[in-house]
C-alpha cells in the first residue's frame, strides 16, 4: 500500500512539475527599441508591466509580458497598447508659461495587440514620426535564480 501511495505522488509531482515547468513565466518589465524617424535617433525604452512610459508625443503601456524558459525555442511577446498623446513634455511645460488656455485632445489609440520580438515587423506601431518595437522582457529576480524542479 505505501508503495502504491508513493508511486502515485510520484506521477502527482511529474504532472504538477510538466504543467508549471510548461507555463510561460510572466515578466515584470518590457524592453523596447524606438526610433525617432525625424532624429534618427535610437532609444531604449523599459516600461514596467501596468505602467505608462512616454516616447516623444506616443505613451506605451505593456499590459504584459512574456519570455519563454531557456530550454525552448526563444520567443518574447508582450500585450501592448500604444496611444498619441498629441503632445511632450517639453510642449507641456512651455504651455504652462503661456496665458492661453489650450483644450485637452484625448489620446488616440495606435496599436493594441501583441507584439513578438521574433518578428518585429509583424506587429508594428504605425505612425509617420515613430517606430517602436518590443526586444526583451526583464523577469522577476526570484524567477530567474530558481533553478529548475526535479524530480529523484
Known amino acids: 500500500m505505501g508503495s502504491m501511495r508513493s508511486g502515485a505522488l510520484g506521477v502527482a509531482l511529474l504532472v504538477a512539475s510538466s504543467v508549471t515547468g510548461n507555463a510561460e513565466p510572466v515578466g515584470e518589465t518590457a524592453i523596447f527599441t524606438g526610433l525617432d524617424k525625424i532624429t534618427a535617433r535610437i532609444t531604449r525604452l523599459e516600461v514596467p508591466v501596468g505602467e505608462r512610459v ?3 508625443t506616443l505613451e506605451i503601456l505593456a499590459d504584459s509580458c512574456n519570455k519563454r524558459p531557456p530550454t525552448e525555442t526563444p520567443e518574447t511577446t508582450a500585450f501592448v497598447e500604444v496611444f498619441d498623446v498629441g503632445k511632450t513634455l517639453a510642449h507641456e511645460l512651455a504651455e504652462k508659461d503661456t ?3 489650450s483644450l485637452p485632445r484625448p489620446p488616440e489609440r495606435l496599436f493594441s495587440g501583441w507584439m513578438f520580438a521574433s518578428s518585429p515587423g509583424l506587429n508594428a506601431v504605425e505612425h509617420p ?3 517602436v518595437w518590443l526586444i526583451d522582457c526583464k523577469m522577476s529576480a526570484a524567477e530567474t535564480s530558481l533553478p529548475p524542479a526535479s524530480i529523484e
Open 129 to 131: 514620426v515613430y517606430d
Open 99 to 101: 496665458t492661453e488656455p
Open 54 to 56: 512616454q516616447f516623444g
